[in-house]
């Protein structure tokens, strides 16, 4: 108990080797901090006034009859020189550290009666509190300080005071630990936040490629050069090692450690290799999946300027123009144009109203075709808070809710109703075709209940198509992730290697009375430029030959004895030497001219019988009996000139094998070279003829009849 002077009896410890003890107690490291007390001497000045500023503005009020100890409501002054981005993620650490122990934190100083004790001023309760938690982590031990660091003079007098009690401030921390039955305070916290907090500590780094300024490979070569080595993931990996995301091309993934090594490389100085969480990737791939050549894109709530660049550069080699709303402010558009010109973005638009108040026909969003919501949620899939405020832009308030465990249902109730607003005026967009909302909440209540309503109660009565529920168009990389996209929806649960995120896509329904044609889409694509010297004629004429086809060829199919029958007769013809003349328009009509019987030389004459295909010996013994009469045995049109609206008749082709040595006898030893020439003549088998290089006819010659017998025909052992 206390007494008037302010002095602790500790009734529990018997010796004092126990209370030397006491200081050795700690709560466990805070994130991304591993050197011990030696290494880590404390934070300057300036980063204990920051982060007390920001834990005044995030600490959980109590109702007035609870209230144990005063804030003030005046922020305490900081110089603004010391707020670069690695001072400002250091407060933003302390301060949420401070925020999870708040309660410990307090019953330490009221147990251990610095309160009411001391006459302290209210406005520095925040930075007793902020100046407590690094302390216990110090071990209690005094911080060490150079000449050349500034010195706050509200700093110094907590400092001076927490040294003073720092005894009583390890007794009491022990006697928490105990009434508690716990390992460590550590245990003591919400498991949700046990959980977050050792998910951050595994979570690995994801960065997109700034293809504008640098592609992939060189990525690749750069990294290898400073000893980095592509692995297939770096889970439970302590060497330089990265691995390319399965979901999104151009995103690269780093284990934890190696975040202060590559902050220093030419390729995060230089925008080439952006940090940014997984979810925001993920959605702007989903964005790209859904755009043609010429579509516009309007982003709502975006958060960070990060996701606008990255939108920006998937869709450079488009002709797209995105539409940035909410920023109301134009103080910050010279810092945002300068931004986006370092990072190579030409195609951003920036719009200074907000998202609610925009109306759906305004004049400069007619063409926009895909509206990306990403709106403000409880972020409890965030494992690591403070980074993703800070890249993100999220309010401090998502600090609050997770050092709690997560929002109390009245303010989960809040932020759905405004989801579902936003979502369904993006809906009411006319020229919009799809809607992807993006969350990195786990509560239905924010995810698939705000999309379901929002599809459910949409206005039917506009003259366009409603919306629908499409489809991930993201690749699924794992059963798992199948089965949580079963009814449509992309979801990413917490883990150790990514944040949670759910994504849905909603597409309007296609209108049935407007049917597109490929030749609609072909004009579209010409008038487009983007089929030059490709002819669209071409199509169209065989889709009308087709069509000809279909109406005016008979319903009865050839047989495969009408198609012997033709091939007889143009092999007849061609071994009489008395080709057709190819025919042209119709002619005047000219009286018929006789045949001409002059037999060639070296053999007897012969009369020429076109009409009986069954004469010439190579024509098979079953079509020497065919009728004459069939109507598969019209004499073939074979012309060079076709009308569009006939068959196109297929052409006989002679195949030439290479050259093969006969064994010939010769009187004087010598073997003459001989070529062995093979004709395809009919689907039966080929009839091989043998005949001297100087004896094969030409195309318009006749056979030879007079050959030898051996040269006829030959065994084939090779087919």
Known sequence: MFTAAGELEFSNLASAQDISQLAAL????????????????????????????????????RPPEKVLIKYGQEPLP????????????TAYELAFSALKYQDILESILIDSYIFPSTTIPDHLSSLILVMLYDFQERKFQPRLLSDSEDVISEVEEVENLLNSFKTKLAASLARYRIKHDALSIYHILPETVRNQELRASTLPLYAWINTCKISPEEVYSNLRRKG???????????????????HCYDVLIFPSHLKNDLLSIDLVKDYKLVFQDKSRSLAVHSVKALLNMDDDILMVNTGSWYTVAHMSILTNNNTSKIFVCGVESHNKDPDLKNLFTKMGCKNIEILHEIFINIESKDHRLQKVKVIL???RCSGLGVSNPVEFILNEHEGTDLLKDLSQGGPSADKLHVLAQQQYKQLTHAMKFTKAQAVVYCTCSVYSEENESVVKQALEFQDHGTKVQPYRLSPPVLPLCSLKEIHLSSDKFFRMEPSEVTNGCFLSILTRERDPSETVSVKDVLARAAAKGLLDG?????????EKKKKRSKTSLPKAVMNDSCIQVRIAEFLNREMQGNPIAPETSPPPPKP????????????????????????????????????PSRPCERPPQFSRP????????????????????????????????????YRWVAPRPLVTTCLPAAAI????????????SSLLRRSRPWL
């Open 228 to 246: 980095y080595h592509k692995v297939q993931s770096v889970l439970h990996i302590d060497d330089k090692v990265f691995a390319v995301d399965k």
């Open 697 to 708: 006819p030409r195309r318009r010659d006749k056979p030879k009849e007079n050959l030898p």
């Open 534 to 542: 490709i002819e669209l004629s071409k199509s169209s004429k065989r």
């Open 373 to 375: 919501l990403l709106p």
């Open 26 to 61: 700690e709560l466990p490291p805070r994130e991304n901090t591993c050197p011990s007390s030696s290494e880590k001497p404390g934070f300057p000045d300036p980063i204990y006034v920051m982060a007390a500023n920001i834990f005044q503005s995030i600490r959980i009020e």
């Open 642 to 677: 076709r009308p569009e609206d006939k068959m196109v008749a297929l052409k006989p082709v002679e195949i030439l094998l290479p050259p093969v040595m006969l064994p010939f006898s010769s009187p004087s030893g010598i073997r003459p070279t001989q070529h062995c020439c």
């Open 592 to 627: 018929a001219l006789p045949q001409k019987s002059t037999p060639p030389a070296g053999g007897p004459p012969q009369a020429r019988k076109p009409t009986k295909p069954g004469a010439h010996p190579l024509v098979p013994m079953y079509l020497k009996n065919a009728s």
């Open 78 to 89: 900081s110089s603004s020189e010391s707020e670069d981005e690695a001072s400002q993620r």
